[in-house]
């Protein structure tokens, strides 16, 4: 059985609003010369320059580069946490640059699931009620939040942990407890940024397979971090410098239990997917 394939009949855990399942397409993200421009008063910071970027559903993407890359720029436009100085950003057809704070927000809650380096639980709650919480500003009855909560805890490994506080779970745990948490609405897209950087080698590789494990069933992973061995799990890997993609490359992801083989990265037919200047690395 899949990982969120328990479902009822009526009022199925999880189940899409019906204006999510409007516009679906191929392509989950289309940047269209997307610009960030930073205006810091005495000078203006350029960001992104002119990102034209495809993710399409069901891709396991790593978004790779130093501090001040621009990688963190671009994964806070796609959650929808900050908006494009220019271009488009369409996000299962719909243009989101233009939209409201409101709209915005519920887009958030809906299309996007976030998963963070610091795990963001709230601790004076439960593990359980931290899964509950996007399902609670949905305006889920209770009893439909707490059932997914269970099912989503039961499927990352912590069915038993459900009713322990953050500080009473390791970082791995407290992890996974996040990942239920973006899952709870059943969003499109998962986003995580950093998501192994407060954890041990071990911990990175079970929260990597994981992801790995929630890509074959489906969801749409992007995966921003520093780390090659971190994105040797995926399938895609992209390049930032200096608010440029550099490359786009496909990837051979990391087979459980195996440690990680930069050498069978390799391009698809051998080309970027997107438009990056020649001869540049």
């Known amino acids: 059985m899949g990982l969120f394939n328990q479902r009822s009949e009526k009022n199925?855990?999880?189940?899409?609003?019906?204006?999510?399942?409007?516009?679906?397409?191929?392509?989950?993200?289309?940047?269209?010369?997307?610009?960030?421009?930073?205006?810091?008063?005495?000078?203006?910071?350029?960001g992104l320059k002119r990102i034209n970027l495809t993710i399409h559903r069901?891709?396991?993407?790593?978004?790779?580069?130093?501090?001040?890359?621009?990688?963190?720029?671009?994964?806070?436009?796609?959650?929808?946490?900050?908006?494009?100085?220019?271009?488009h950003y369409y996000l299962d057809g719909v243009d989101v640059a233009a939209m409201n704070p409101d709209e915005l927000s519920l887009i958030r809650n809906r299309k996007i699931g976030f998963v963070f380096q610091s795990f963001n639980l709230i601790s004076r709650t439960s593990a359980l009620k931290n899964v509950e919480l996007p399902m609670t500003y949905a305006r889920k009855n209770k009893r439909f939040r707490e059932q997914r909560a269970r099912v989503l805890l039961e499927r990352v490994g912590l069915?038993?942990?459900?009713?322990?506080?953050?500080?009473?779970?390791?970082?791995?745990?407290?992890?996974?407890?996040?990942?239920?948490?973006a899952l709870a609405n059943e969003p499109p897209l998962l986003l995580a940024d950093e998501p192994t950087g407060n954890l041990d080698t071990a911990a990175s590789v079970e929260i990597m397979e994981l992801f790995s494990q929630l890509h074959k069933e489906g969801t749409t992973v992007v995966v921003v971090t520093h780390e090659e061995e971190i994105a040797a799990f995926t399938e895609r890997i992209i390049r930032f410098r200096d608010g440029e993609i550099v490359s786009d490359?496909?990837?051979v992801p990391r087979e459980p239990g195996k440690k990680a083989d930069s050498a069978k990265t390799v391009k698809e037919d051998g080309m970027n997917r997107s438009n990056v200047t020649e001869g540049k690395e």
């Open 12 to 46: 199925r855990v999880g189940s899409p609003p019906q204006y999510m399942t409007e516009n679906i397409s191929e392509e989950l993200i289309r940047l269209e010369d997307l610009v960030k421009i930073y205006d810091t008063g005495a000078l203006k910071v350029l």
């Open 58 to 87: 069901g891709e396991f993407v790593a978004i790779m580069g130093q501090s001040g890359s621009g990688k963190s720029t671009l994964m806070n436009i796609l959650g929808c946490l900050d908006r494009p100085s220019m271009g």
């Open 159 to 181: 069915g038993k942990r459900a009713e322990h506080m953050p500080n009473e779970l390791s970082g791995g745990q407290r992890q996974r407890v996040a990942i239920a948490r």
């Open 249 to 251: 490359n496909s990837n």
